[in-house]
């Protein structure tokens, strides 16, 4: 847009550009920080350079003089530079602590065969692992306690089931009410709708979880009868509230962006305006509809007060009723009492960056199948 | 454009065409035409149905407990004793984190705003990846954020100025006002760019050409002609990134917010009460939940009136904006 001339005849000219380009790629700038600052957290955790086990191999201090320095630090949990700072008798003591620190564990665990598993390792936060006192390998999300189990399954199961509740009360409703507002309705209802969605989208998760906690769960007990009142069920379909407005307003806008000339040749050769939403429109505009439910899929697994506020108990169970700890939730709810540095803040690290990694990918591909199919109706493609 | 109803754009000139037309409008009557327009229908009636119900809720049980004495006093003993509360700290935390949060955004949201419409090669590599992260800023979940905010701003920006301004004592490396602050700007950026870059669109270009040929520079055009046409757009964008980030409690949980303080912020390196986050304190962790409730609707009622109130105000502009756009395409 406008001329470009030469920009050493205005050197201000120049560095104003300038300037301006070189802010206007602190968005590229902060999506990679984000990136960078939760993994860089994580990375030990996905090296497996963390131990949660309870004994671990202890060093006495009369053996000190056998081990490097560099074996020594490692074994203290020191950074060289603090390494560095402390004089022998300084560390000697360290030494003594550890092995006191050993002492101080109850019997009981010293002969569970449990307390000498790093449980951060890959193999246990994935697979299921027959803790002592259990019958049978279970998958256990359990971070407090002498023996900590980090094994994240259940907090997946329990995410991905209150957001296929959400998704299962929303997308039809939302793709339903799309139609009807785009096609089937007078215009004017489109003024009463359109306002009414974006007050729903105004409404903070907060308010939302306050409302399913406080009146829904209640209400829904009784219309279905079953018996945990907070249960997965009760945060899928608040949930629904929260996504309801995205996958609206992007399947409409796709339904709308259908030439009318379709409509129109449809409506000519003698369809039924119903026929014709079904038929011509929708199908016309299904990437579209994909693409919204894929976006509000990225915003369900994301969103965190709702569930946080509604159900928390991590269970591993795939029935609706019960209750689910859903990734976002767990690192809400975690987060605040972690030991900075520690296994299970890295590993807390770790969930968010699958969570980052996971609404990345449902964005990108949701972005691309909407440019995709605008190119196509504009039919450049 | 046609704009005309079907059904009624044949002229009835000749014989034929008015048979058709009256055989276009005497359809049979079709069920299923009926059943699922009726459907579709409902599921319209349904959604705004949920939204009256919440706010219906929300108001009629929060009118009464609110009043003067409970927004504008501080609470003394207990805050979840209706007697003793009030949650004025919480709207000052809340007022003082979204006021600095604008002041963060809205020159680089706009900057790189005015960079996407006015300066960029239309279709070039960069300019789609700027668009890619804005559009990928949006859609990261809030928690994210949260977790940003401690790993960047308060592990890596706090403690390193602790150590090289203070030796090392904790004054920023730990949750403050301005770590949420700034980490609530970076959520709410792609929101302003939007607004700016809509209200920029739809300056008509005559004016730029216009101001170009009588000689300013383009640098002057931007300053001069540009940014005072878009000033109701950005306007919209900072008014719904207030509102957006006013009712946001996850990336709060750790960057900054306080169960309980005593005295209101001060510093940018104090904690803060927050009243999304009161919402959450009342709601889950109240002993008396039946004691608790008016307070906790009051509170509720109180968050979503400033929210709502800012987002109107926001969608009136842009209705304005917007018919501007229109006329002139």
Redesign the interface.
């Known amino acids: 847009?406008?001329?470009h001339r030469g920009h050493k005849a205005?050197p201000?000219?120049w560095l104003?550009?300038k300037f301006?380009?070189l802010?206007?790629?602190?968005?590229?700038a902060?999506?990679l920080?984000?990136f960078l600052?939760?993994a860089?957290?994580a990375l030990p955790v996905f090296f497996g350079e963390t131990n949660t086990a309870l004994i671990q191999p202890v060093i006495p201090t009369a053996e000190m003089d056998k081990h490097s320095p560099a074996e020594l630090q490692q074994y203290l949990e020191l950074t060289p530079e603090q390494f560095k700072a402390m004089d022998k008798d300084t560390l000697s003591m360290l030494m003594d602590v550890k092995v006191e620190a050993l002492n101080d564990i109850p019997d009981n665990f010293r002969k569970d065969p449990d307390a000498k598993i790093n449980t951060s390792e890959w193999k246990y936060l994935v697979q299921p692992h027959q803790w002592s006192g259990y019958s049978k390998p279970e998958f256990i999300w359990q971070p407090v306690g002498e023996i900590k189990k980090f094994n994240i399954i259940p907090l997946f199961v329990g995410t991905l089931k209150v957001t296929l509740i959400g998704l299962l009360f929303a997308v039809?409703?939302?793709v339903?009410?799309a139609?009807?507002?785009s096609q089937?309705?007078r215009p004017r209802?489109r003024e009463?709708?359109k306002?009414?969605?974006?007050?729903?989208s105004?409404?903070?998760?907060?308010?939302?979880?306050?409302?399913a906690?406080?009146?829904m769960a209640s209400v829904l007990q009784k219309l279905f009868g079953y018996q945990t009142r907070l249960n997965a069920f009760v945060a899928g379909i608040a949930l629904g509230?929260a996504v309801?407005p995205v996958i609206?307003s992007i399947a409409e806008d796709a339904l709308t962006s259908v030439p009318?000339a379709y409509?129109?040749a449809a409506?000519?050769l003698?369809a039924?305006?119903?026929?014709t939403a079904?038929q011509i429109v929708l199908p016309a505009a299904l990437p579209g509809v994909f693409a919204a439910t894929v976006?509000g899929f990225?915003?369900a697994?994301?969103?965190?007060?709702i569930v946080?506020?509604v159900c928390s108990a991590s269970v591993m169970s795939w029935s609706i009723f019960d209750s689910a700890r859903s990734i976002?939730t767990t690192?809400?709810a975690e987060?605040?009492e972690v030991v900075?540095g520690g296994a299970h803040y890295r590993i807390?690290?770790m969930l968010?960056s699958l969570?980052?990694a996971a609404?990345?990918l449902?964005?990108?591909a949701g972005?691309l199948v909407i440019q995709r199919f605008k190119q196509k109706l504009e039919g450049k493609k | 454009?046609?704009t005309v109803a079907?059904?009624q754009y044949l002229p009835e000139t000749s014989g034929d065409t008015a048979r058709m037309t009256r055989h276009?409008r005497s359809?049979k009557f079709?069920f299923?035409?009926?059943f699922?327009?009726g459907?579709?229908?409902?599921?319209?009636l349904?959604?705004?149905g949920?939204?009256v119900t919440?706010?219906v809720?929300?108001i009629a049980n929060g009118w009464s407990g609110l009043s003067w004495h409970f927004v504008s006093s501080i609470p003394t003993k207990d805050f979840f004793d209706p007697a003793t509360t009030g949650i004025l700290p919480m709207i000052i935390g809340t007022a003082i984190r979204v006021v600095l949060m604008t002041i963060f955004v809205i020159?680089?949201g706009v900057?790189?705003a005015?960079?996407?419409?006015?300066?960029?090669p239309s279709n070039s590599l960069i300019t789609r990846?700027?668009r890619?992260?804005?559009?990928?800023?949006?859609?990261?979940?809030?928690?994210?954020?949260?977790?940003?905010g401690?790993?960047?701003f308060i592990?890596?920006i706090g403690k390193n100025l602790d150590q090289v301004l203070h030796n090392s004592a904790a004054v920023w490396g730990h949750p403050a006002l301005i770590w949420a602050s700034l980490t609530l700007a970076?959520m709410t950026?792609p929101v302003v760019?939007v607004a700016t870059e809509e209200s920029l669109k739809a300056i008509q270009?005559g004016l730029?050409?216009a101001s170009?040929a009588l000689g300013a520079?383009?640098?002057e055009?931007i300053l001069k002609i540009v940014l005072p046409q878009a000033l109701p757009g950005i306007m919209t964008g900072g008014i719904l990134a207030v509102?957006r980030a006013?009712?946001?409690?996850?990336p709060l949980?750790?960057t900054g917010v306080a169960y309980y303080m005593s005295s209101v912020p001060t510093h940018l390196s104090d904690q803060f009460m927050d009243l999304?986050?009161h919402?959450?304190v009342l709601?889950?962790q109240s002993p008396n939940?039946d004691q608790t409730?008016p307070i906790?609707y009051a509170t509720?009622l109180v968050?979503?009136a400033l929210?709502?109130a800012l987002?109107f105000v926001a969608?009136l502009i842009r209705a304005q904006v917007r018919k501007k756009l229109r006329s002139m395409h």
């Open positions: 847009m406008g001329i205005r201000v000219e104003a550009e301006i380009f802010v206007s790629l602190s968005t590229i902060m999506v920080l984000i600052f939760v860089r957290e039809p409703l939302a339903g009410a139609i009807y507002v089937l309705a209802m009463i709708v306002p009414a969605i974006e007050m729903l105004g409404i903070p998760s907060v308010v939302a979880g306050f409302f906690l406080i009146v509230f309801i609206f009318r409509t129109q409506l000519a003698g039924s305006r119903w026929q079904w976006l990225g915003r697994i994301g969103e965190t007060m946080l506020m976002t690192i809400a987060m605040g900075t807390l690290f968010g969570l980052f609404t990345f449902s964005n990108m972005e | 454009m046609n079907p059904g276009f359809e079709d299923s035409s009926f699922f327009t459907l579709t229908g409902l599921a319209t349904l959604i705004i949920i939204l919440i706010l809720n929300i020159p680089v900057i790189t005015i960079y996407l419409t006015e300066y960029a990846i700027i890619a992260a804005v559009n990928n800023l949006a859609g990261v979940p809030s928690i994210v954020f949260g977790l940003f401690v790993g960047f592990n890596f970076v950026m760019i270009p730029r050409e170009l520079t383009k640098l055009t509102s006013a009712g946001e409690v996850a949980l750790f999304g986050y919402v959450f709601s889950t939940i409730r906790l509720v968050l979503l929210t709502f987002n969608i």
